[in-house]
C-alpha cells in the first residue's frame, strides 16, 4: 500500500496529551477509572436487561445494543491512549490506525441510528399505545438494530479508503490520541478535497437523517403529551422520554460541533477535549443516564442483587399492563382535547385537472432549482476554503433553511396535485407549521446577523476577524436556531390546544397560521394576541438590527473619498439587502395584519412567494452578483473535469 501511495509515512505517533507531562499521571488515572466505569456501566446494563424478564421489551433491546456500542467505541481508543501515558512515543501502524478509525466510524454511525431508532419507538409507545405491541414487533426491532449495523459499516468502508489512500509524507506525529478525520488529514501531503467532500457528505447524511427523525418522532410526541387531560399522566408519559432526550442532546450536541464545521475551522486542543467527551464520557453517562431516572432499570437492579427476579410470565403481564395503562391514557387524551377533528383537508389551489398537471409541473420545477441551488451553495462553500469565512458560513445556514421551509411544504403541496386525498392528520399538520416557524423565524434571525456582519466588516474592516470569531459566529447561528425553536413551540401549542369542531377544510395548501385560526371554533383571542406577539417581536428586533447596521454601513461608505471605493464597499451588501428587502416584505404584508383582514385566496399568491420562490432565488440573489461564489464555482468545476 505504501508504494502505491507514494509514501514515506508508514506508522503515526500519538502527540495526545504529552504537551502537559506533569499531568500524565493524573490523566492516566482518569482516564482508566472513567474506561472501567464505562465498560463496568455498559456491560452491566446488557447482563441486566438480558437476564431480567421484565425488561425484555423493545426499548431495553435498543438501549441494550446502545450500550453495546459504547462498549465497543470506547474500547477501540481508551487501551491505547492509556498505553501512551505508559510508554512514551509508541507507534501505531497505517493499517492499525486505519482499523481504529474504521472501528470508532462505524460505532459512532450505529450508535446516531440507534438514537434515532428509540425515538421512533417512544414515538409509538405514546402515539400508538394500543398497536405498539404489534408494530415494535421481534422481528422489527432484529431489522432496526441490524440497519443501524449496517449503516455503520457502509460510512465506515466508504470513509476509511478515502483518508488512508492519500500521501504521508511529512511529519508522522498526529496532534491527537487516535486516529480521527480532522488531524489526519492535517497530515496529508495530497490533495484531500476529495477525502473532505466525501466526509462531510456522509456526515451530514447520517447526522441530519437521523436527527429529523429524532425530532419528527418528539414533536409527535409532545403533540401527543399536550393532548393528555391530566397533569400526572402528562409528566408519567413524558417521563419515559426524558434519558433519551438527555442522551440525544448530548451526543448530537458534540457530534455536530466536531464534524460538520469547515476543516479549516479545526483547532488541535479544544478537539482534544470534546472528542475525549464523545468518546470516553458519554459512553460512561450513558447506563446513569438510563438508570438513574429509570424506575424499572433501578428496580431490576434490585431485583437481580436479591436474587429474587421473576420469568417470563410475570414480565409479559407488566408488559401487558404497561400498554393499558398506555390505552387508558391515550383515551384520556382523546376526551381531553374536546375535538372531534382528527385531520384537516387542504384545498390547495384548483380542482381543474389540467391547470393541477401544469402547477405540478411548476411547482416541481421550482422545488428541484431550489435543492439544486442552496445545496449547491452549501456544498460549494463547504469544500472551498476561501470562502471559510464568516458571511459564507452564514449564507450557508441561509441555504440549509431554505431547503429546509420550502421541503416542509412542496412535497405535500406536490402530492396534493397527483393525489385525489389531500388530508393532512391533525399531528401532522401541526408539525409541518412547527418546523415551517423554526425555520421562518431562523431565516428572520440569520438575515439580521448578516447585516450585522456586513456592518462589522466595512465599519470595522481592522476588527473584522477579532469581533466576527469562530466562536461568536456559532453562537450568532445557534442563538438564530434557538429563537426560531422557542418561537415554534409556543405558537404551536397555543394553535394546536384549540378546539376543532365544525369544517375541516383548510383554504389554503400549507398548514399556517390564518386558516387554521379560521376553522378553530373555541376562542382565539389569546392565541391571535401570542402569534401576533411573537411576530411582532422576531420581526421588529431584525429588522431592527438590519435598518441601524445598514444606516452605519451608508454613512461610513459616504466616507470614503474614491468612487471605485465606494461602489466595491457597497457591492459587497446588494446581495443581502435584495433578499432583505423581497423576505420582509412577503413577511410584513403576510403576518402583521389583523386577522380580519386576511384574504385567503390572495395569501395563497404570497404564501407561494416566499415559500418557494424566495428559496429558489436566494442562491441566484447571492451568486449572479457576487464575484467570490462564481470564482469559486469555477474553480470546482475545473477540479472536477482536471480530474
Known amino acids: 500500500m505504501a508504494e502505491g501511495n507514494h509514501t514515506v509515512v508508514t506508522d503515526f505517533i500519538f502527540q495526545g496529551f504529552m504537551d502537559h507531562p506533569e499531568l500524565q499521571v493524573p490523566l492516566f488515572l482518569l482516564f482508566l477509572m472513567i474506561y472501567v466505569i464505562t465498560l463496568a456501566g455498559n456491560l452491566g446494563m446488557i447482563v441486566l436487561i438480558r437476564f431480567n424478564s421484565r425488561l425484555h421489551t423493545p426499548m431495553y433491546y435498543f438501549l441494550s445494543s446502545l450500550s453495546l456500542a459504547d462498549v465497543g467505541n470506547s474500547s477501540v481508543v481508551a487501551p491505547r491512549l492509556l498505553m501512551t501515558f505508559v510508554v512514551q512515543a509508541k507507534p501505531i501502524s497505517l493499517a492499525a490506525c486505519a482499523a481504529q478509525f474504521f472501528f470508532v466510524c462505524n460505532f459512532l454511525t450505529n450508535e446516531a441510528c440507534l438514537l434515532a431508532v428509540m425515538a421512533y419507538d417512544r414515538f409509538i409507545a405514546i402515539c400508538n399505545p394500543l398497536l405498539y405491541s404489534v408494530v415494535m414487533s421481534k422481528r422489527l426491532c432484529v431489522l432496526l438494530v441490524v440497519a443501524s449495523y449496517i449503516c455503520g459499516f457502509v460510512n465506515a468502508v466508504v470513509q476509511t479508503p478515502f483518508i488512508f489512500t492519500l500521501s504521508f509524507c511529512d511529519t508522522n506525529v498526529i496532534h491527537h490520541f487516535f486516529c480521527d478525520i480532522p488531524p489526519i488529514l492535517k497530515l496529508s501531503c495530497s490533495d484531500t478535497h476529495n477525502a473532505n467532500t466525501v466526509h462531510f457528505i456522509l456526515s451530514t447524511i447520517v447526522v441530519t437523517t437521523t436527527i429529523l427523525i429524532v425530532l419528527f418522532s418528539y414533536m409527535y410526541i409532545l403533540i401527543a403529551i399536550l393532548k393528555i387531560h391530566s397533569a400526572k399522566g402528562r409528566r408519567k408519559t413524558f417521563s419515559t422520554c426524558a434519558s433519551h432526550l438527555t442522551a440525544v442532546t448530548i451526543f448530537y450536541g458534540t457530534v455536530i460541533f466536531m464534524y460538520l464545521r469547515p476543516s479549516s475551522g479545526y483547532t488541535t486542543d479544544p478537539d482534544k477535549i470534546i472528542s475525549v467527551f464523545y468518546i470516553l464520557i458519554i459512553p460512561m453517562l450513558n447506563p446513569l443516564i438510563y438508570s438513574l431516572r429509570n424506575k424499572e432499570v433501578k428496580d431490576a437492579f434490585r431485583r437481580m442483587i436479591n436474587r429474587k427476579d421473576k420469568h417470563s410470565d410475570r414480565g409479559n403481564n407488566v408488559h401487558a399492563a404497561h400498554i393499558l395503562r398506555k390505552g387508558s391514557d391515550y383515551l384520556e387524551m382523546l376526551k381531553g382535547n374536546h375535538t372531534t377533528v382528527t385531520e384537516f383537508i387542504l384545498l390547495g389551489f384548483t380542482d381543474n385537472q389540467k391547470l393541477r398537471v401544469m402547477l405540478f409541473v411548476v411547482f416541481l420545477l421550482i422545488y428541484l432549482l431550489i435543492l439544486l441551488g442552496n445545496l449547491g451553495m452549501v456544498t460549494l462553500i463547504r469544500i472551498d476554503s476561501r470562502l471559510h469565512t464568516p458571511m459564507y458560513f452564514f449564507l450557508s445556514n441561509l441555504a440549509l433553511l431554505d431547503v429546509g421551509y420550502s421541503t416542509v411544504i412542496a412535497p405535500q403541496t406536490l402530492m396534493a396535485f397527483v393525489v385525489e386525498s389531500r388530508a393532512i392528520p391533525f399531528t401532522g399538520c401541526a408539525v409541518q407549521f412547527y418546523f415551517f416557524c423554526i425555520a421562518v423565524s431562523c431565516e428572520c434571525c440569520l438575515l439580521g446577523v448578516m447585516a450585522y456582519d456586513r456592518f462589522t466588516a466595512i465599519c470595522s474592516p481592522f476588527l473584522y476577524t477579532v469581533v466576527m470569531s469562530k466562536r461568536f459566529c456559532v ?29 375541516n377544510v383548510i383554504n389554503h395548501f400549507f398548514c399556517d397560521v390564518p386558516p387554521i385560526l379560521k376553522l378553530a371554533c373555541s376562542d382565539t383571542h389569546i392565541t391571535d394576541i401570542v402569534h ?26 459616504l466616507r470614503i473619498n474614491c468612487t471605485e ?15 432583505v428587502t423581497i423576505f420582509y416584505g412577503m413577511v410584513i404584508f403576510m403576518y402583521l395584519r389583523p386577522s380580519s383582514k386576511y384574504s385567503l385566496d390572495q395569501d395563497k399568491i404570497i404564501s407561494v412567494f416566499y415559500t418557494l420562490l424566495i428559496p429558489m432565488l436566494n442562491p441566484l440573489i447571492y451568486s449572479l452578483r457576487n464575484k467570490e461564489v462564481k470564482e469559486a464555482f469555477r474553480r470546482m468545476i475545473g477540479r472536477f473535469f482536471s480530474q
Open 565 to 579: 471605493g465606494r461602489h466595491k464597499a457597497f457591492s459587497t451588501c446588494t446581495s443581502h439587502l435584495t433578499a
Open 532 to 557: 401576533f406577539t411573537f411576530s411582532t417581536v422576531i420581526i421588529t428586533s431584525t429588522l431592527l438590527t438590519i435598518v441601524i447596521s445598514y444606516v452605519y454601513i451608508v454613512v461610513a461608505i
Open 475 to 503: 453562537l450568532l447561528v445557534l442563538g438564530s436556531y434557538l429563537t426560531g425553536w422557542v418561537n415554534a413551540t409556543v405558537q404551536t401549542i397555543f394553535i394546536f390546544r384549540l378546539s376543532f369542531c365544525g369544517s
